[in-house]
């Protein structure tokens, strides 16, 4: 037991000094604090005090010291779990529930199959990994901490570089290419050659939030031979023939909702399914709701970066119809809009062409075209090449 503990304190030592002498230099950390402003946290590591200081140009540190009031506070008990932390070594962790102000993150080792009144799931087997408290008048997100460069190293090490999403715009000013509009064109291709289909029967983010503005049982949809692989019954789900998945488009689209395509190898592994490149999620959005969003705004650049615009989308503001109203501030969940001298300004860097902005606005003042309808092939390629869904 002293042998782990002079282990984590050399470690936790090192962390400190590697951070105050890189994160100054990295262009992920400067994006990160820019949106987030100087931040305090303290550490308490197996009993061992320390804390740090981000700010914009640098990050100072004291060893063995308390912070009064930090606007984040960790705790870390299991010395295992501290050791492989502290050397930055990749490991599978889930997060836990909220209680009296805390939030929880566990580390994930282990699955099993466990029975429910509506059929089996594959739930994981946690054990403790960190416990973090939140200065509330700060308001901050939980995915903070992935703007931390110690916890940014082990998510995005997790997150791989066949992972690939793309949000598809449902803009009739788009027009329609084959006498279909674009979503359903790209959708109706993979659905075609789809080996199996599963559809959730509600969407989990509409769900916990309660939405209010959209229909909570447009669930997602999964599709390739990995979804063979799904727990049988799965809990709330269930295959679903080409038919029945091309109307669920439709209705999603109907409702508002912005399809988002892509291959998340998280997304697979969280129904317990190994994604072996045949695993194409398809998610239905709204702006109240949608997780991707909230990670987009909170968490760190290092984080989205599977999150691509559809190549040739171009939306623009007109600034002698923009009355600086702000609504399209209110409907964009990417940071992609702001408002300089009144005006709105597309954030061209955060923008993904989900094309919100141009239907909510009350004067017209915004428009989304796509520069060649070729794209929409290219945009089908490029998903191709990160997953096979037949």
Known sequence: MVE??????????????????NAPKDAIYQEDIKTTGTFTVQWKICGILGYQIFEQDKVSYKFGEKLEKPDISLVIRDSEIAITFLKGEIF?????PAYGGNFKINQTIGWKEIEKETGKKNARI?????????????????????????????????????????FIPINKALGTYDSQIIPLKVF????????????????????????????????CMHMGNDTLNFPSPHFRSKVISKEEALEHVRLCIED?????????????????????????????????????????????KGLTTMFKRMDGITVKVDEDLCVGCEECLEVCVFNGMEMIDNKA????????????????????AITITITDLSYVDKLIKDLEAHVEVS
């Not at 782990?4 to 002498?21: G, P």
């Not at 599978?92 to 836990?96: Q, R």
């Not at 973090?132 to 901490?145: G, Q, S, T, V």
């Open 4 to 21: 782990k503990k002079v282990e984590i304190e050399s470690l936790f030592k090192k962390m400190l000094k590697d951070t105050e002498e």
């Open 345 to 364: 300004v597309v954030n061209q860097d955060n923008c993904l062409g989900c094309g919100r902005c141009e239907t909510t606005c009350p004067n017209e």
């Open 92 to 96: 599978e962790f889930d997060y836990g």
């Open 126 to 166: 946690n054990k403790p990994f960190v416990t973090a408290r939140f200065n509330k008048e700060k308001e901050y997100h939980p995915f903070i901490l992935s703007k931390i460069p110690v916890f940014r190293k082990i998510v995005t090490q997790r997150v791989s570089e066949n992972d690939f999403g793309a």
């Open 256 to 300: 508002g909702l912005i399809p988002l395509l892509g291959r998340a190898m998280d997304e697979a592994e969280g129904f317990g399914v190994p994604d072996t490149g045949h695993f194409l999620s398809m998610c239905f959005c709204c702006p109240c709701c949608c997780i991707d969003g909230t990670i987009i705004q909170n968490a760190s």
């Open 188 to 219: 109706k291709h993979f659905i075609d050659k789809a080996s199996n289909i599963v559809k959730m029967n509600d969407c989990p983010c509409r769900t916990y939030h309660e939405c209010k503005d959209h229909n909570r049982n447009l669930g």
